[in-house]
């Protein structure tokens, strides 16, 4: 099967499910379809702080499982996104071991986590993008350019609400990672007083 490869082009929560759930956009890198996947609050976060370019002082997990493979001398080559049954996206990693090709399944949110770390290409095949594949006009795709640009390392906490922003504050807080939580503390600033806050 063809294979397309994609890159980030957002991270938002999603307006239509529960609250702890985020929408990560990805978009063809040649091309104009966009690939939207609804994820978990802790992997947008893993998600986040690497496009952020956070260093924290301890491995979080993805961290771990990437530094684990370097040590044993595998490198992850490619996640490929690859399957869509019953509204759900199926992936996987494509690892090098010694010049041996390993297989191993994922959910495409950790494959895109791990995939940031590892400064690894990220893939759809195309019949998924045929599937849930959604189109993007000029002035959309103009608009999403000066928003969120794809570049890695753009700072992009400010696409965030000040519920989300807390949310991972709290949670930057909880894993004794000052560095993050200042870092969010910061956009909370900028965001200003609350509106509830002023209307007392």
Do not use: W
Request: hydrophobic share 35%; aromatic share 4%.
């Amino acid at each position: 099967m063809a294979k397309v490869e994609m890159e980030i082009a957002g991270l938002s929560r999603s307006p239509t499910e529960p609250y702890s759930a985020f929408v990560i956009m990805l978009r063809e890198r040649y091309g104009s379809r966009r690939l939207p996947i609804v994820i978990g609050f802790p992997e947008a976060h893993a998600i986040n702080i690497e496009l952020e370019n956070i260093k924290h002082p301890r491995p979080l997990t993805h961290d771990l499982f990437i530094n684990t493979l370097r040590e044993l001398g595998v490198s992850l080559v490619e996640v490929i996104i690859d399957r869509l049954q019953d509204s759900t996206f199926y992936a996987h990693l494509i690892l090098d071991s010694g010049g041996q090709e390993v297989v191993v399944d994922c959910r495409p949110s950790d494959g895109i986590a791990l995939a940031l770390r590892a400064r690894a290409p990220i893939y759809c095949e195309e019949d998924v993008l045929e599937q849930a594949g959604q189109p993007v006009v000029e002035e959309e795709e103009e608009r999403e350019e000066r928003q969120t640009p794809p570049s890695r390392g753009t700072r992009r906490s400010s696409n965030l609400t000040r519920e989300e922003l807390k949310r991972l504050l709290e949670e930057a807080l909880a894993n004794e990672d000052y560095e993050t939580a200042a870092r969010l503390r910061d956009e909370l600033r900028k965001l200003g007083p609350a509106e509830e806050e002023s209307d007392n």
